[in-house]
């Protein structure tokens, strides 16, 4: 489905899907924006919660500096690239046990002010295919509750943990701690306003308030509510893409659909704050 292209003063934006995503054409993204491109590129993302970029080249330093225009960067708890802690590096080849983002998530919500968004560039796609990310609308989400079940999940929260994330992966110490986090399971956007739905399959571990079987049943439903098509896109990436999106709004799921083909790529990730 091609939706209309919209021209804004420095950039053209062209939806995915009429629920979320859109891609982004001419802004070179290796040079620092001016403040209309800036300020363009940031109401797209509030309005598509998912923006793509294509055939950008950018250096891990020009990477960092297009990060830094939206805030500070975060270090990620478990995966630094050496020289660059705030880069995470995505590495999938025939020796791979695991990748990231296998699992519906939004990231790193297990620290208790966790990013505000993410910017991936893929450099490296699998050579026959495959390797998609999907997208996922929170706030969507979060409309299509019934009444009652909106009013169940209002002011309650849920404990969101890294331990049953990182602690399994190959190379991790078992001793280790990760962090922990209590967060509303509805949060509020603080920018557009909007309520989304805030639980994730990755890092949510229970529902405050609730026995163990009442909260996996709920966790169970809203997971599934979740990953329901109507609230998703679908990005096949092409060497030098990007994506850009924001995690207080978006889920995502990365596809290992390609074993043992390679994929490559490095994220820098916008700090952000607590959510309420
Ligand atoms: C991630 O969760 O950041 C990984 C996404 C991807 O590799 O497509």
Not at 24 to 34: C, E, M, R, S
Not at 130 to 148: I, K, Q, V
Request: proline share 6%.
């Amino acid at each position: 489905m091609k939706l209309e292209t919209m021209q804004y003063q420095t950039i053209q934006v062209t939806p995915l899907t009429p629920t979320i995503g859109a891609e982004i054409a001419g802004v070179d993204l290796a040079k620092p924006l001016t403040e209309q491109q800036f300020a363009e590129i940031h109401a797209a993302l509030i309005q598509h919660l998912v923006i793509f970029f294509r055939e950008q080249t950018l250096s891990t330093e020009q990477h960092k500096v297009f990060g830094r225009r939206f805030g500070k960067l975060h270090i990620h708890p478990t995966s630094q690239m050496p020289g660059h802690p705030e880069v995470l590096e995505i590495k999938a080849d025939e020796n791979s046990t695991w990748v990231a983002g296998e699992v519906w998530h939004s990231d790193v919500t297990c620290e208790t002010e966790p990013p505000m968004g993410s910017i991936l560039h893929i450099t490296k796609v699998p050579d026959n295919g495959g390797g998609d990310t999907l997208f996922a609308n929170m706030y969507r989400a979060y409309e299509l509750l019934s009444d009652p079940m909106r009013q169940f999940l209002e002011g309650k929260t849920a404990m969101h943990e890294g331990a049953q994330v990182y602690a399994g992966r190959q190379g991790k110490d078992p001793n280790r701690q990760y962090p922990v986090a209590e967060h509303p399971i509805v949060r509020t956007h603080p920018v557009s306003g909007k309520k989304a739905l805030y639980v994730n399959r990755n890092f949510t571990t229970r529902i405050v308030g609730l026995n163990k079987n009442e909260s996996e049943a709920v966790l169970q439903m809203l997971y599934q509510h979740i990953e329901r098509d109507d609230l998703k896109c679908r990005f096949k990436w092409r060497p030098g893409s990007i994506a850009f999106w924001d995690n207080r709004c978006a889920q995502h799921q990365a596809m290992w659909d390609y074993f043992p083909q390679k994929r490559y790529g490095q994220r820098v990730t916008v700090a952000g704050d607590k959510p309420y």
